[in-house]
């Protein structure tokens, strides 16, 4: 049975940092694009990074350019996050799309194009 395992989310303050990690169960990430989206009380899903399944593409949305870093290691992707801002909180999901590309904002728009989903990790900002 596949698996997703979204881990890391915490309570931190305005300018802290945390790492999430997505892991596979029954699953060889290293096959997958990554997806990383988030969602807030009231407001839509949000696609805000990817990771094509070759490591050769990656993609931020505008709103944590600069401030967050998706990396891959054997069977585990991890979304570093700086500079956090009480506006990132959010359930924060990882997705997978077998062999798919990360180049453009089509791979955080299209959330469809993902085809197995974790259960979310809550990330918290406030002071």
């Known amino acids: 049975q596949v698996k997703l395992v979204e881990s890391g989310g915490d309570l931190v303050q305005p300018g802290g940092s945390l790492r999430l990690s997505c892991v596979g169960r029954?699953?060889?990430?290293?096959?997958?694009?990554i997806g990383w989206f988030r969602q807030a009380p009231g407001k839509e899903r949000e696609g805000i990074s990817c990771?094509?399944?070759?490591?050769?593409g990656t993609y931020y949305a505008d709103t944590v350019k600069g401030r967050f870093a998706i990396s891959r290691e054997p069977n585990r992707v991890n979304l570093q996050m700086n500079n956090l801002k009480p506006e990132d909180t959010a359930i924060y999901y990882c997705?997978?799309?077998?062999?798919?590309?990360?180049?453009?904002?089509?791979?955080?728009?299209?959330?469809?194009?993902?085809?197995?989903w974790g259960q979310g990790t809550q990330v918290t900002v406030s002071s």
């Open positions: 990771i094509s399944y070759s490591d050769q």
């Open positions: 029954g699953i060889i990430l290293d096959n997958y694009a």
């Open positions: 997705a997978t799309d077998y062999f798919g590309d990360c180049s453009g904002s089509y791979y955080l728009k299209n959330p469809y194009e993902y085809d197995s």
